[in-house]
């Protein structure tokens, strides 16, 4: 049996790049823009977001000009980073979304539901190869108070024996297995897929092209880069955790570090000793909480659980890594599953996410309804993306539909103050969360933060 000091060194010798975008597959980058263009829709941003959104405006309308222009490369950022776990919620999880939206949690699920069908669908539609599992997803207790918020009487509630059938760690005290609304899929490969299918439909993308700015142009906006410029009558912006373009949402959300560790292929007895013959994504129970899943390979990726954020909302490459995340990321690892012990990290890798203080997306316009944009997604937008780009699309077109009806579509979160009191605020909150997970109790801060809605999550 291999020492547990060697699992404080499995992460030492893996590649420091997101495994998804660790492929000979990947696509070669577009050029950048050169010279000026004209385009009926102007999409910022090749993350999910913009990227669902040129293909639905040409699926909306094939006549519609589209011009998407990403800052770098076509899921670059968060889209290419994360876990993978493709969730039909609209509002970060059902609990956060009925307490906000209690009258209208029920019409939020069925739409999200739809959303969730319809990328099955637009996968299969166009034959993107992305490894999509409708596998649902297992949230485990590990404490005996996360446990005590589980009803046990509920149809998919799993007790600690049968959710150790599924999968086998000695940490699991009960649990649930939402077996509709997760899939699970490879990131990277769904946006690519996205992007071809954009491209073939008569997008027009370009890469390695930051927007520097928005300026009102006679009856359009001009989006103005280092080398041309395009000038649309309508625009989507899709720019996530970046800081937006419109100057009045800088505050409303924060980029917060989130990572990730993936191992090497398990052998075919090292996934015999923890079962999982199901492939479902899993998730703890924690504040701080572990999402983790299985790949094509047989690999396991395995992230969370810190979220950090950087004073005065800095974003920037050498955030991307974080030793000790990592070190505490594998020793929860190997307590989590000890019959893997010896196990060895192949990649691990960081990424930022744009968390508000309702956890999930908002929505809006500017400049008389010629701007629009989605960001907030807090850390849970692979799924809901789809959803963002198809109210962007709505709430540009002028006309009122069943998502731009929504109150979670016409109301807008708290933003976070400036600094130092955004960044002094969630080190309390921080401090506070790591507190109760250990306690079981949430102290007066987030009791006061709980009374008025809002919170920092990831
Ligand atoms: C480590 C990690 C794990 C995650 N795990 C999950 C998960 O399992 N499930 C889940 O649902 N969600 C997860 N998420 C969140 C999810 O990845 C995001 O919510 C989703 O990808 C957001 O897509 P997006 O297009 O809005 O943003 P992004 O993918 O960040 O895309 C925004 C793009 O805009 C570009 N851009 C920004 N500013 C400009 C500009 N001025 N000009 C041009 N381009 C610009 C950026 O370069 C970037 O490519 C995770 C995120 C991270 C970081």
């Not at 829709?41 to 990403?70: N, Q, S, Y």
């Not at 166009?126 to 207790?141: N, Q």
């Not at 690999?299 to 800095?314: E, K, N, Q």
């Not at 807090?378 to 809901?384: E, W, Y």
Request: proline share 5%; hydrophobic share 40%; glycine share 10%.
């Amino acid at each position: 049996m291999t020492a547990p000091q060697d699992n404080r060194t499995s992460w030492s010798d893996a590649a420091p790049v997101p495994f998804w975008l660790d492929t000979p597959d990947r696509p070669p980058a577009r050029p950048a823009l050169a010279g000026d263009l004209t385009t009926d829709l102007a999409v910022v941003g090749g993350g999910f977001t913009g990227l669902w959104t040129a293909l639905m405006a040409k699926e909306r309308d094939p006549a519609c000009d589209v011009v998407l222009i990403e800052a770098g490369r076509i899921a670059g950022e968060a889209t290419g980073r994360n876990g993978g776990f493709c969730s039909a919620s609209l509002t970060h999880g059902e609990a956060n979304g009925r307490d906000r939206w209690p009258d209208e949690y029920d019409q939020l699920h069925r739409l999200g539901m739809e959303n969730l069908d319809e990328i099955a669908a637009t996968i299969e539609r166009y034959g993107i190869d992305c490894d999509f599992r409708r596998t649902g997803e297992l949230a485990v207790a590990t404490r005996p108070h996360e446990l005590a918020d589980y009803d046990s009487s509920a149809p998919d509630f799993l007790d600690a024996e049968a959710l150790r059938r599924e999968v086998d760690s000695p940490t699991y005290l009960g649990g649930t297995w939402d077996r509709e609304g997760t899939a699970m899929l490879d990131p990277a490969r769904l946006a690519w897929g996205l992007a071809a299918a954009a491209e073939a439909a008569g997008v027009v993308i370009v890469e390695h092209t930051p927007v520097r700015d928005l300026t009102a142009h006679g009856d359009g906006t001009t989006l103005v880069t280092g080398t041309g410029s395009v000038t649309a009558r309508r625009v989507a912006l899709a720019t996530n955790a970046f800081p937006s373009l419109l100057k009045r949402l800088r505050f409303h959300t924060v980029p917060v570090y989130d990572y990730v560790l993936m191992t090497e292929p398990l052998t075919d007895d090292q996934l015999a000793s923890i079962g999982w013959q199901h492939r479902q994504g899993l998730s703890d129970s924690g504040n701080q909480f572990h999402y983790y899943r299985i790949t094509a390979d047989n690999r396991i990726l395995w992230g969370g659980y810190d979220a950090i954020y950087h004073f005065g909302r800095r974003i920037g490459p050498k955030y991307d890594h974080r030793p000790q995340t990592y070190a505490t990321l594998a020793a929860n690892f190997f307590e989590t599953f000890p019959q893997l012990s010896g196990l060895q990290f192949s990649h691990h890798w960081g990424g930022v996410i744009d968390t508000c203080t309702r956890f999930c997306a908002f929505f809006g316009t500017a400049r008389d309804g010629a701007v629009a944009y989605a960001t907030g997604y807090t850390g849970l937008g692979v799924g809901a993306s789809r959803f963002g780009a198809n109210v962007m699309l709505d709430l540009l077109s002028g006309e009122e539909t069943e998502r731009t009806r929504l109150e979670m579509v016409r109301s807008k979160p708290l933003p976070f103050p400036p600094e130092p009191f955004a960044w002094i605020g969630i080190q309390i909150t921080t401090w506070s969360l790591k507190r109760a997970d250990r306690t079981g109790r949430r102290n007066l801060w987030l009791r006061l933060l709980d009374r008025f809605g809002l919170g920092f999550d990831s």
